[in-house]
């Protein structure tokens, strides 16, 4: 079969690259984190809802636990991603999001009592190093790289346990009525946000909707783009292992143009930086290893 595909989950590695910094950027200017997570979570709930139209079987008469269990680890993964982002930097979160592939790994080894694979062993030391290279800096700057890493790694955790969740049920469901109806659930839950905004929605600075509308269209883009193709072509190892290029690729954003987004990171210095794409690639090849086993 021709591997042609694998362009999709490559472009949404830069498209999710690219619209955590636009989505930083607008958080920056006032956008905020709350109507952040509202505005994404709403716009992907309205990008999925579509898949419903012919869709078989009757709606109402099916257990709705399932979605909803679902809903809610999609909910608290869009949430502590866009905390990574607020609270630290693009170049330090988005490649240990890439980590999510061995929570997967994790997790399934803890539900069935299988033996642990010695390239497993070998993945998680390389994580394990992956982390250890981003230390660094004054006290300010660890408090802040903490903060970066435990949001980034609950946003990999969280959506670690949707895709076994998805893998179990979307196909007892069927993916085109089971994931409009998790990421319509998504949206509903995001209307908790709305009494807890510092201001209303339509009192947003225009300059902050100027960087949020493109990163939130990027965000939704890309997630229905690996959806669609993990479900048309299947290929879920190849296509995590490409999809996990987006820490790598974030990190060369963060360098190339972050200027452009008003973003400081590569002020850090080159030694840092360096850290972190080698950091990043520590992650991939971890993912490697998990996915080839």
């Not at 709606?59 to 608290?76: C, G, H, M």
């Not at 990027?218 to 995590?240: C, K, P």
Request: with cysteine.
């Amino acid at each position: 079969m021709s591997s042609w595909f694998l362009l999709f989950p490559l472009v949404s590695a830069l498209g999710y690259a690219l619209g955590a910094l636009f989505l930083k950027r607008a958080m920056e200017e006032g956008a905020g984190v709350l109507r952040t997570g509202f505005v994404a979570n709403v716009i992907l709930g309205v990008l999925f809802l579509p898949m419903l139209v012919g869709a078989e079987g009757r709606l109402l008469e099916e257990n709705w636990s399932a979605p909803a269990i679902t809903a809610v680890f999609v909910f608290l993964g869009q949430a502590f991603t866009i905390l990574a982002l607020r609270k630290g930097d693009v170049s330090v979160a988005t490649p240990l999001m890439g980590s999510k592939v061995i929570f997967v790994a994790a997790i399934s080894v803890i539900i069935l009592p299988e033996p642990v694979p010695l390239a497993w062993w070998i993945a998680a030391m390389l994580a394990f190093w992956s982390v250890w290279l981003l230390r660094v800096g004054r006290p300010a700057d660890r408090r802040r790289l903490v903060v970066s890493i435990a949001f980034a790694l609950l946003s990999a955790a969280s959506f670690a346990v949707c895709d076994v969740l998805m893998q179990r049920y979307g196909a007892e469901w069927g993916f085109r009525r089971f994931a409009p109806i998790v990421f319509g659930m998504v949206a509903i839950l995001s209307i908790g946000f709305m009494p807890f905004f510092r201001d209303p929605l339509l009192a947003m600075p225009g300059v902050a909707w100027r960087w949020l509308a493109p990163g939130v269209l990027l965000l939704a883009l890309q997630t229905f783009s690996i959806a669609y193709v993990l479900s048309t072509y299947g290929s879920a190892t190849a296509v995590n292992v490409v999809y996990s290029l987006r820490g790598i690729m974030s990190i060369l954003l963060v360098i190339l143009i972050g200027s452009f987004f008003g973003n400081v990171e590569r002020s850090a210095g080159t030694a840092v930086m360096t850290r972190r794409l080698i950091s990043g690639i520590l992650i991939f090849v971890a993912v490697l290893l998990v996915l080839a086993n």
